[in-house]
Each structure stands twice: as structure tokens, then as C-alpha cells.
């Protein structure tokens, strides 16, 4: 286990390397027989107000790779007991507990009890399919690209001030 809030990883290698490894397991997972890809686990979709609100329950004894999240977003461990690897480490959570994931997050999850896990999106869409494109990467050379784009645009804007 390491502290938490973990420190954040100043080494691209690092994060380079995990960001293989953890998409080799993914690769991996979905090519054992018996694997479930996708959204296996039970979901509910709810909407409020520029926000979507999706909600996961994953049984005792899942280990999964979770999608690549384009935004920083609040997540909510309501109920459960997970194992956590992202670039940073492994973390435990038990519920209740609340984070934030940052937008390039990848993680690899293991349940040591039925867990049931929550995320809110700023959106105003409501259609799943077009929240999915907006909110999740397909690959990290898609995030590395956003995130250039959104530190140019900063950048420009500091300029007008």
C-alpha cells in the first residue's frame, strides 16, 4: 500500500510504462475465455441538470480495467471494499469515500467486496453513446493530444490578460 493521496508522478517513463502495461492487461483480460469486455457490470444512468451520474456494481472477486476518463471528474465509493492501481500506486478504498480522477485516468480495479461505484460527468447530453465520446478517450494518444491542445489554449489566454 502506498499513502494516500498518492504523490504525483513527475517521471514520463513512469507513466508511459503503466500506461503499456495497463493496456497489455486490458489486452490480456479480453483475450482469457469467459472474460466480459465492455459494460459487463450492472450501470445506472442518471441525469441532473448538466450533469450525467453513472453508476457501477461490481460483484466480489471482479478485476478489471477501467475505460481512459478525457476529464477530471468527482468519483464516489458508496458501498464496498476495491483494490486500486493507477500510475501513482495501489490504494485500498473502503466505502464511503470520495476522489477526484484526473482526466488521462486508467485504472485497474479488484473487489474484495461487492462494490458499487460512482462518477459524475459535466454534460448536457443524455444520450449514452455521445456522452461516451465526449467523456471517454479510446486511446492515451488521444489524451496526450487533448491535453496539449487545452495547455496551448491557456497559454493563449494568459497572453490576452
Not at 453508476?55 to 464496498?80: C, D, N, Q, W
Request: charge should be neutral; proline fraction near 5%.
Amino acid at each position: 500500500m502506498i499513502e494516500y493521496p498518492p504523490k504525483p508522478i513527475t517521471d514520463n517513463t513512469q507513466v508511459r510504462n503503466y500506461r503499456k502495461n495497463v493496456v497489455d492487461l486490458e489486452d490480456a483480460i479480453n483475450a482469457t475465455p469467459g472474460s466480459h469486455k465492455g459494460d459487463y457490470y450492472p450501470l445506472k444512468h442518471t441525469f441532473a441538470d448538466g450533469m450525467y451520474i453513472r453508476e457501477i456494481s461490481m460483484p466480489k472477486g471482479a478485476l478489471f480495467v477501467t475505460k481512459i476518463h478525457k476529464f477530471t471528474h468527482p468519483y464516489f465509493v458508496l458501498k464496498g471494499d476495491v483494490s486500486v492501481l493507477t500510475e501513482e500506486g495501489v490504494i485500498r478504498i473502503k466505502a464511503p469515500y470520495s476522489g477526484i480522477t484526473k482526466a488521462g485516468t486508467k485504472r485497474v480495479l479488484y473487489c474484495h467486496e461487492d462494490t458499487v461505484w460512482t462518477t459524475i460527468h459535466k454534460t448536457d447530453k443524455t444520450d449514452l453513446k455521445k456522452i461516451e465520446e465526449e467523456i471517454i478517450a479510446k486511446n492515451f494518444d488521444e489524451i496526450e493530444n487533448t491535453t496539449k491542445l487545452t495547455d496551448f489554449i491557456t497559454e493563449v489566454q494568459k497572453g490576452d490578460n
